[in-house]
T-cell receptor, first 113, second 117 residues
């Protein structure tokens, strides 16, 4: 398996623009997680899904953030409109139903100017 | 409230020596899991080792071992025979293991390890 695949790896955009981050989890994994990592706040869980259904979105910072998982092999995290404080590395991770370990993607580094 | 504390922001170790990275945790859950992840400068998060709260023995994975002291609520990572490639950030994390659909991990802020040649 190719692991968790995220795109884009790097994104530079201007304030106010829409940003869409994409994730393909490991095939057969039932859980998908979106994390944000910054120097100030460390790793923050934004939202996670089980079998494509959002389970906990309490970490989503505000209405500008939305996440979808239309099928078992694809998820998006959208920021609209983006702000400079959204600059961070966004990780997607997936996990199997019976396993404790999360497998992370390589991350998407977002810079909002 | 659940919490993970990593008190060492930065650590140095000489190549080929052993190093211990500290992690203490706080939880009221009777069943939980403890994890260590490594994040090299390239940015990816790499799983290293897992310890279940009811595991009788300390977990080991190659050069990594987890010194689990349940009464003290500590889960220190021990890296033996350090290599230059071990230079990275190391994160300790915890999750409940008997909480149905709850798969939220609580993360520490990390320890930066530098291995000197």
């Amino acid at each position: 398996d190719a692991g968790v695949i995220q795109s884009p790896r790097h994104e530079v955009t201007e304030m106010g623009q829409e940003v869409t981050l994409r994730c393909k989890p490991i095939s057969g994994h039932d859980y998908l997680f979106w994390y944000r990592q910054t120097m100030m706040r460390g790793l923050e869980l934004l939202i996670y899904f089980n079998n494509n259904v959002p389970i906990d979105d309490s970490g989503m910072p505000e209405d500008r953030f939305s996440a979808k998982m239309p099928n078992a092999s694809f998820s998006t995290l959208k920021i609209q409109p983006s702000e400079p404080r959204d600059s961070a590395v966004y990780f997607c991770a997936s996990a199997a139903a019976g396993a404790n370990v999360l497998t992370f993607g390589a991350g998407s580094r977002l810079t909002v100017l | 409230a659940q919490k993970i504390t990593q008190t060492q922001p930065g650590m140095f170790v000489q190549e080929k020596e052993a190093v211990t990275l500290d992690c203490t945790y706080d939880t009221s859950d009777p069943s939980y899991g403890l994890f260590w992840y490594k994040q090299p400068s390239s940015g990816e998060m790499i799983f290293l080792i897992y310890q279940g709260s009811y595991d009788q023995q300390n977990a080991t994975e190659g050069r990594y071992s987890l010194n689990f002291q349940k009464a003290r609520k500590s889960a220190n990572l021990v890296i033996s025979a350090s290599q230059l490639g071990d230079s990275a950030m190391y994160f300790c994390a915890m999750s409940p293991t008997n909480a149905g659909n709850n798969r939220k991990l609580i993360w520490g802020l990390g320890t930066s390890l530098a291995v000197n040649p």
